[in-house]
């Protein structure tokens, strides 16, 4: 372990990770020949590429130290000394799950892609590739506007994964998508702008240390929670989810349900809560609202659902509701809840995605009413589908349990009738779940091209089955990532709570004679 820390810090070893898929993009640009083998070699490459990229991810929670709440494995490179903005990149024990969690899904998806994209399959590994990138980046960024750089360059990936490869009204989605979160984060840039005038700084260690004014951390809360809320999404931001689900190719529903909603509360726990503490409190009364009128309204709205996508989509807008309580309830269960949930959410939602691409690439079709008894002929799938369906409900030795659970906790000592308001998302859950899975998988076997479906072959399984192992592992065995985000969270609190304590900071200098000041 010593050695491999020694090697670790001789490495750039996060700049590698974060940019290996653009090496990769840029080797796919180079191969030439007939379609079908560029096809085909552009996924090999591919897959190569994400195999690669995971496996070096590891080798950062195997070096972490997890005693510590310091940024590690940092990185730091003069960028534009003359605005004092460098190129710096560290994790600590919130953002080091969340790199795992994206190189770990990006794999899975360009396995599941193998068969499901048949044209222009270059381009679309080279979309995912630079996605993967700018996901890892951003975790990674500990500088503001590099953070805002890899924030903002998952839409353009995405937006031509969608609109490209994407079915029924994809153009209309992707632009509903793309319009939706650049409008909030523009508002985040904004943010930006007024704290780097203020402390001169666009370093993020440097800026969690800073006294904003009430009155202005209050202005710049709202420019964040803008761009934030957008992206988790929470109700009434979130109606850009369910079309960019339903219109997007399978393994783009599994990497913006897995990864892109993380983005949001990874931002409320990076930039917002620590930099600006006395506006998080004064708002979290609003989140709470908001975030229980999602839970209850889309859970809801999931239940008289006939599509399978859009029910696992207004199911994911609900899950995520749990992780905006956890994050401003502000105490230790609620906020590593908050964390845990994010994590869960991204293994099970992706998984049932995943399952919907395995019938929907049978059928070619994702309403309810066609399917049904398919686990007379699909046991194999039927199996697989039901511990992500139950990890869904939060049933006790799954993932989904431990999160709901330390986020129920946070919110009750927070206050009570959240606490009990969010539980109901729980029953509802469990209802439209149960309903899902019943009507597809039980029942009888009488549609003959139902019946005529096949079980999960040998690359399925592959795909699926750690899936599975992770999903278990994450509910029976907690213990490991937990562990690696106590001292994080931790100290997140301590400062977050000092700061709340402490005394009003003095009047800052006008912030208007600062703008016209830097224009000149």
Excluded at 71 to 79: A, H, L, R, S
Excluded at 101 to 130: D, G, N, P, W
Excluded at 213 to 222: I, P, S, V, Y
Excluded at 223 to 244: C, N, R, Y
Aim: charged share 10%; hydrophobic share 55%.
């Amino acid at each position: 372990m010593d050695a491999l820390v020694t090697f670790l810090d001789d490495l750039p070893i996060l700049s590698v990770i974060t940019f290996l898929p653009v090496i990769g993009a840029i080797i796919l640009l180079s191969i030439r020949g007939e379609e079908a083998v560029v096809a085909q070699q552009s996924r090999q490459v591919a897959l190569l590429v994400t195999v690669t990229t995971f496996l070096l991810s590891l080798t950062i929670w195997f070096g972490f130290d997890s005693s510590t709440a310091a940024f590690q494995f940092e990185e730091k490179v003069e960028w534009l000394p003359q605005f004092n903005m460098a190129y710096r990149m560290g994790v600590d024990g919130i953002s080091m799950p969340f790199v795992i969690l994206s190189t770990f899904l990006t794999t899975i998806c360009i396995l599941a892609s193998r068969h499901a994209i048949q044209k222009m399959v270059r381009e679309y590994m080279i979309a995912f590739l630079i996605l993967e990138t700018m996901m890892v980046g951003m975790f990674c960024a500990l500088d503001m506007v590099l953070f805002y750089v890899f924030f903002e360059g998952v839409l353009m990936p995405m937006f031509l994964i969608i609109g490209i490869w994407g079915g029924g009204r994809r153009v209309y989605s992707a632009f509903k998508f793309f319009l939706y979160t650049l409008t909030g984060s523009v508002l985040l840039l904004v943010a930006i702008l007024a704290m780097y005038l203020q402390e001169g700084t666009t370093d993020i260690p440097t800026l969690m240390n800073a006294k904003f004014a009430t009155e202005m951390q209050t202005w710049l809360w709202l420019g964040m929670f803008a761009s934030f809320a957008v992206k988790i999404p929470m109700w009434p931001v979130h109606t850009w989810l369910p079309d960019a689900h339903v219109d997007a190719p399978t393994a783009g529903s599994v990497i913006l349900a897995g990864v892109l909603l993380k983005m949001g509360g990874y931002g409320f726990l990076r930039l917002s809560m620590p930099m600006l503490p006395d506006a998080s409190a004064y708002f979290a009364p609003m989140v709470f609202l908001l975030s229980i009128i999602a839970v209850i309204y889309t859970s809801l709205v999931a239940l008289v659902q006939e599509d399978m996508k859009k029910l696992i989509a207004y199911s994911s807008v609900a899950h995520m509701g749990f992780v905006t309580i956890g994050i401003f309830a502000a105490n230790k269960q609620g906020v590593e809840g908050a964390i845990f949930q994010m994590l869960s959410h991204g293994v099970v939602s992706a998984a049932l995605f995943l399952c919907v691409g395995v019938v929907y690439d049978r059928l070619h079709t994702r309403e309810i009413s066609r399917y049904g008894g398919l686990v007379n002929n699909m046991p194999k799938y039927a199996f697989a589908f039901m511990i992500f369906m139950l990890a869904s409900v939060g049933l006790p030795g799954t993932a989904g349990f431990v999160g709901e659970f330390l986020v129920l906790t946070g919110a009750f000592q927070a206050n009570t009738w959240v606490a009990l308001l969010a539980a109901t998302g729980v029953i509802l859950g469990a209802a439209y779940m149960l309903y899902l899975y019943r009507r597809v998988v039980y029942g009888e076997l009488t549609k003959p091209d139902v019946k005529a479906m096949l079980d999960l072959d040998t690359r399925e399984i592959a795909i699926l089955a750690p899936l599975v192992i992770a999903v278990m592992w994450m509910g029976v065995y907690p213990a490991p990532i937990l562990d690696v985000m106590s001292v994080s969270v931790d100290n997140l609190l301590t400062k977050y709570h000092a700061a709340l304590a402490a005394p009003q900071a003095a009047a800052l200098p006008d912030l208007a004679e600062r703008v016209v000041a830097w224009l000149k």
